[in-house]
C-alpha cells in the first residue's frame, strides 16, 4: 500500500514513515516546495505524481494562538488548502484520510462529544479547521475525517517535550488543570492511521467513511499529563519536578481554548476495531525513549 501524506516535518507524518516502513506501507512525505497548501495547483500535481493508495491530509496550519492574528492564512490553508487535497483524490478516484481536532467544538458539553454533536469552535484555528472538514467532505465521499487531539510524540514541538525542556532548568512548573482532554500519541494516530487506510483501500463499506474520532483512552487535565510527564522523568533519572494546578485564568492565551477536549471513540472502534492505548502508558513510552535518546533533560 502507498500512502501520500501531506507536510514532511509534522509530528503525524513523520511518525507515519516510522511505522509505515515497520508495517510495509510505503509513506510519500509531499511537502513544499512541490506541494504548497496555499497553491492548489501543485497540490493537485504532487499527489497526481505520487500515484497513492490512499491520501492522508496531515499538513496544515496549527499555531493556534497566532491564528488569531493570522485568520486569512489559516482558512488559506486549513480550508482551502484541506479542499484542494481532497480534490485530488477524488481525482485520482482514491480515498482521503483527513485529520482534524477537538477544537471544532466549543468545549462546553459536560460529556466526551461525539461525532454528531454540535459543532461551535471558539477560535480562528478551530473554525478554520471545521471549515476544511467541510470541504473535503464536499470534495470526495470517500473520505474519513479523524479528529484528534492534544498530539504529542518524540518529534517537533509538543508539549510533552516543552515540559522536558522547562523541567531540565526547573523545579517546578504552573500547568492548566481546568481543561479536560485525551493526550494522543502520534504514533498511536499513525497506526491507527495506517489500519484506516488498509480498510478504505478495500472495503466499499459506507459505514467505513465519515466523521470519527481518534484519540488515547482515558482522559486527564494539562495538569495530569505533566505530572505523569515528571513522574516518568523521575523514576528514570531521579529528578524531580513538582506541578502547580492553576486555572485558565491564570494563563490567559490569544485564542480560547475547549474546557472540555473530551472525543468519545466508540464510532471507530466499532467501524474499524481501532482503541488506542490509554494516554498515561503511550506518554511513558514516549519519555522512555527521548530519555533513552539522550534528547531531553
Not at 511505522?19 to 513544499?32: P, Q
Not at 487535497?85 to 485520482?92: D, H
Not at 472538514?133 to 475525517?145: D, L, Q, R, S
Request: charged share 20%; proline share 5%.
Amino acid at each position: 500500500m502507498r500512502l501520500a501524506v501531506t507536510g514532511k516535518q509534522g509530528q503525524v507524518v513523520t511518525s507515519l514513515l516510522e511505522r509505515g516502513a515497520a508495517a510495509s506501507v510505503e509513506v510519500i512525505a509531499l511537502g513544499r516546495p512541490e506541494l504548497d497548501l496555499a497553491d492548489p495547483a501543485s497540490v493537485k500535481a504532487a499527489i497526481a505524481a505520487a500515484a497513492p493508495d490512499v491520501v492522508v491530509s496531515a499538513a496544515a496550519y496549527t499555531a493556534v494562538d497566532k491564528a488569531e492574528s493570522e485568520p486569512e492564512l489559516a482558512f488559506e490553508v486549513n480550508e482551502v488548502g484541506a479542499g484542494a487535497v481532497a480534490e485530488a483524490a477524488a481525482a485520482l478516484q482514491v480515498p482521503i484520510i483527513h485529520l482534524s481536532t477537538d477544537y471544532v467544538f466549543a468545549g462546553d458539553k459536560a460529556d466526551p462529544y461525539l461525532e454528531s454533536d454540535p459543532t461551535g469552535p471558539v477560535s480562528v484555528y478551530g473554525a478554520s479547521k471545521l471549515a476544511g472538514e467541510k470541504k473535503v467532505a464536499a470534495a470526495t465521499g470517500n473520505h474519513a475525517i479523524l479528529r484528534t487531539a492534544w498530539v504529542y510524540s518524540p518529534f517537533g514541538a509538543n508539549f510533552l517535550k516543552t515540559m522536558l525542556r522547562l523541567g531540565a532548568s526547573r523545579d517546578m512548573l504552573r500547568v492548566v488543570a481546568d481543561q479536560r482532554g485525551t493526550p494522543t500519541s502520534a504514533l498511536d494516530i499513525a497506526d491507527a492511521v495506517i489500519t484506516v487506510a488498509r480498510r478504505l483501500k478495500t472495503d466499499p463499506d459506507p459505514a467505513l467513511r465519515g466523521v470519527f474520532h481518534l484519540t488515547g483512552g482515558g482522559e486527564g487535565t494539562w495538569a495530569d499529563f505533566a505530572e505523569v510527564i515528571f513522574a516518568s522523568l523521575e523514576a528514570r533519572t531521579g529528578r524531580c519536578v513538582a506541578v502547580e494546578r492553576i486555572t485558565t485564568a491564570d494563563y490567559p492565551t490569544p485564542a480560547r481554548r475547549p474546557a472540555n477536549s473530551r472525543l468519545s471513540n466508540r464510532k471507530l472502534q466499532s467501524s474499524y476495531g481501532v482503541k488506542l492505548a490509554d494516554w498515561d502508558v503511550s506518554t511513558r513510552s514516549v519519555v522512555d525513549r527521548l530519555l533513552a535518546a539522550g534528547q531531553a533533560i
